[in-house]
């Protein structure tokens, strides 16, 4: 059964910092693009960053560009999101996918995890 299992959500003040974790299981990943998208309430789901997993290329919302890294640690085979100077409007729940190829376009993701709520106070 495949799964990516998601971690690191809570809650922070503004300017705090968390970080995230998606730790896929059930199938080999290596050679599929690894993302993150978020959804706030009342909101689409949006593209947050994707990193390849053979080159370590990378690509990010320009609404986090300078504050998020996603980076893949190889032998845990984990991929995290760290997340800096977190705001307010930061707050959604974040979801873990995977994609044969990198895109930021939620449906060309076929695997995703359940999602990890992150909430930032003001």
């Known amino acids: 059964q495949v799964q990516l299992a998601e971690s690191g959500g809570g809650l922070v003040q503004a300017g705090g910092s968390l970080r995230l974790s998606c730790a896929p299981s059930?199938?080999?990943?290596?050679?599929?693009?690894m993302a993150w998208f978020r959804q706030a309430p009342g909101k689409e789901r949006e593209f947050v960053a994707s990193?390849?997993?053979?080159?370590?290329?990378?690509d990010y919302a320009d609404s986090v560009k300078g504050r998020f890294t996603i980076s893949i640690d190889n032998v845990a085979n984990t991929v995290f999101l760290q997340m800096n100077s977190l705001k307010p409007e930061d707050t959604a729940v974040y979801y873990c996918?995977?994609?044969?190829?990198?895109?930021?376009?939620?449906?060309?993701?076929?695997?995703w995890g359940q999602g990890t709520q992150v909430t930032v106070s003001s």
């Open positions: 059930g199938r080999t990943f290596r050679s599929y693009a």
């Open positions: 990193l390849t997993w053979t080159n370590g290329g990378t």
């Open positions: 996918a995977a994609a044969r190829g990198v895109t930021r376009l939620p449906s060309r993701y076929d695997y």
